[in-house]
């Protein structure tokens, strides 16, 4: 019976990592599944590489998931590209000395987590920096081709380069904008796999639709969140999908690509989902959010449509131009 490739990601302190891999049934569970794990990089110490290397003793394919002190910003954006070419020159010293393998290197491209903090404690200055930033066109130039470069590094290194994307990016490119990334500081980058992070417990109660609408322009999926991760109280939605909730998303995102990503591991252990996602019957067919999705594409649309007017204020300005002469043409006559 065919099945998706399922990695799940794992976003742990040292302590809690330890003890999670403690588990008696997690590496079974995890080998029966044929499953990846893609593990957050949140230190360079011996005790995660003591993990990275008894999972790859047990065969059991790891990605190196990047991600930076949370003072530099946690995940890497217009405003660390120099930061992120350290933690990437660390991580290979560190690889290199506990002789570990990976299986890809994953880049978390969001934006710096401390305009989050500002956001969530009601602050304006999370806003006004958000806003200044969105007009400084050199600054994305600058670093879409920075980042770039370090994947061109990472793949001369050997290894396969992952991002890991929010949907927004979509319709940045359709609309052949860059203001999105501007604003929020993201960068659209050229890898060999692009996963969009479709966390549809952010987007209730539209989120079975949210995840459909940006499914048909995804490489990879990653669906969740079943619990865990970076605190985002104050900000988005955060309670954990339930397993009806987690199963129905697995299946949608089946319907479009091999390839899923479950955020989280350490929320599948806590409640139990792991043996459930191992009994799934992924040929079932499942009810389609036709309605939800519809809705989502509407603001998708008039979102693009706004995104390319401010793209292009020039054309907006020649329009007025042109309908002020034929205006005064008509009165003329």
């Given at each position: 019976m065919n099945k998706p490739v399922l990695t799940f990601f794992c976003e742990l302190e040292n302590n809690p990592l330890q003890k999670l891999f403690e588990t008696s049934e997690l590496i079974p569970e995890l080998k029966t599944l044929n499953a990846h794990?893609?593990?957050?990089?949140?230190?360079?110490?011996?005790?995660?590489?003591?993990?990275?290397?008894?999972?790859?003793?047990?065969?059991?394919?790891?990605?190196?998931?990047?991600?930076?002190p949370k003072d530099q910003g946690y995940w890497f954006n217009l405003d660390n590209v120099d930061q992120a070419y350290q933690r990437y020159e660390q991580f290979q010293a560190w690889s290199r000395e506990y002789d570990l393998q990976w299986e890809a290197i994953g880049l978390d491209i969001e934006p710096d987590y401390r305009v989050i903090e500002y956001l969530r404690h009601g602050t304006w200055y999370g806003a006004w920096y958000l806003a200044r930033q969105a007009f400084n066109r050199r600054r994305g130039s600058y670093g879409r081709q920075a980042y770039q470069l370090l994947v061109n590094r990472i793949h001369r290194d050997g290894y396969q380069v992952e991002s890991y994307q929010i949907p927004l990016i979509v319709d940045e490119r359709r609309a052949h904008s860059s203001l999105i990334q501007r604003l929020l500081g993201i960068v659209d980058l050229t890898v060999d796999r692009e996963v969009l992070m479709l966390y549809s417990s952010f987007v209730r109660p539209m989120g079975d639709g949210y995840l459909w609408s940006y499914a048909f322009d995804a490489q990879a999926i990653g669906v969740g969140s079943t619990g865990g991760g970076v605190?985002?109280?104050?900000?988005?939605?955060?309670?954990?999908?339930?397993?009806?909730?987690?199963?129905?998303?697995?299946?949608?995102?089946?319907?479009?690509?091999?390839?899923?990503?479950?955020?989280?591991?350490?929320?599948?252990?806590?409640?139990?989902?792991?043996?459930?996602?191992?009994?799934?019957?992924?040929?079932?067919?499942?009810?389609?959010?036709?309605r939800a999705a519809e809705k989502i594409e509407h603001w998708r649309r008039w979102g693009r449509r706004a995104l390319w007017g401010l793209s292009h204020p020039w054309v907006f300005f020649i329009a007025v131009f042109i309908l002020q002469a034929l205006l005064s043409r008509s009165r003329r006559k």
């Open positions: 794990v893609s593990l957050g990089i949140l230190d360079l110490s011996p005790e995660r590489a003591d993990i990275v290397r008894r999972l790859n003793r047990e065969n059991i394919p790891v990605h190196a998931w990047l991600l930076l605190d985002l109280e104050g900000v988005a939605n955060t309670r954990p999908l339930s397993w009806a909730e987690l199963q129905r998303d697995l299946l949608l995102a089946y319907q479009h690509t091999n390839y899923i990503y479950i955020f989280s591991l350490e929320g599948c252990v806590h409640q139990g989902f792991l043996p459930l996602i191992r009994e799934m019957d992924w040929q079932q067919k499942p009810a389609l959010p036709l």
